[in-house]
T-cell receptor
Framework: GQNIDQPTEMTATEGAIVQINCTYQTSGFNGLFWYQQHAGEAPTFLSYNVLDGLEEKGRFSSFLSRSKGYSYLLLKELQMKDSASYLCAVRDSSNAGKSTFGDGTTLTVKP | DGGITQSPKYLFRKEGQNVTLSCEQNLNHDAMYWYRQDPGQGLRLIYYSQIVNDFQKGDIAEGYSVSREKKESFPLTVTSAQKNPTAFYLC???????????????FGPGTRLLVL
């Protein structure tokens, strides 16, 4: 099975940088996804990592260490609209494309 | 435009009643998934389907049923056996991984189910 841990809540200031951590224990691994979810809406894809290292995409970056079962999402130049829940999801190694989701980290950006 | 649609946006269920949530996609994706989300929690997998006329139980399938008669459609029925059905239900679809690739799941807008 899969077990995924993320902090429940984080607060940061507009314009700052915030790092959201995710640790996982899995019986199989075929990629890690980060999603953003605003209240009452569906999750939207932010990033994907399958190899160790950093993936950068504009203000968002995601890092993976498979040996440590660890990932983080880095958000730079925070904006008020970045206030949302951030979900870490690990895809298993079956061919069904199933992912296990963490409970999400609720980020509040303050002026 | 391609995408996933879910209907209705809000659904009310009476005690002992079965209700069906609709999910349709025109992305030509083989795989479809149903998740349940409770407040402050992540998504939990109810059922998934890799191909037409085939589906598998997820982590919390009890009290739910699905069908996959067409590639585009994957309706979820919440039966009276599901004792705590109030939640936000999300449908998703994806290309089958077939190896490591960054094909993500695409989510519909969700259906919020409330018990009267």
């Amino acid at each position: 099975g899969q077990n995924i841990d993320q902090p429940t809540e984080m607060t940061a200031t507009e314009g700052a940088i915030v790092q959201i951590n995710c640790t996982y224990q899995t019986s199989g691994f075929n990629g890690l996804f980060w999603y953003q979810q605003h209240a009452g809406e569906a999750p939207t894809f932010l990033s994907y990592n399958v190899l160790d290292g950093l993936e950068e995409k504009g203000r968002f970056s995601s890092f993976l260490s498979r040996s440590k079962g660890y990932s983080y999402l880095l958000l730079k130049e925070l904006q008020m609209k970045d206030s949302a829940s951030y979900l870490c999801a690990v895809r298993d190694s079956s061919n069904a494309g199933k992912s296990t989701f963490g409970d999400g980290t609720t980020l509040t950006v303050k002026p | 435009d391609g995408g996933i649609t879910q209907s209705p946006k809000y659904l009310f269920r009476k005690e002992g009643q079965n209700v069906t949530l609709s999910c349709e996609q025109n992305l030509n994706h083989d795989a479809m998934y149903w998740y349940r989300q409770d407040p402050g929690q992540g998504l939990r997998l109810i059922y998934y389907s890799q191909i037409v006329n085939d589906f598998q139980k997820g982590d919390i399938a009890e009290g739910y049923s699905v069908s996959r008669e067409k590639k585009e459609s994957f309706p979820l029925t919440v039966t009276s056996a599901q004792k705590n059905p109030t939640a936000f239900y999300l449908c998703a679809s994806s290309i089958l991984p077939g190896g490591a690739n960054q094909e993500t799941q695409y989510f519909g807008p969700g259906t919020r189910l409330l018990v009267l």
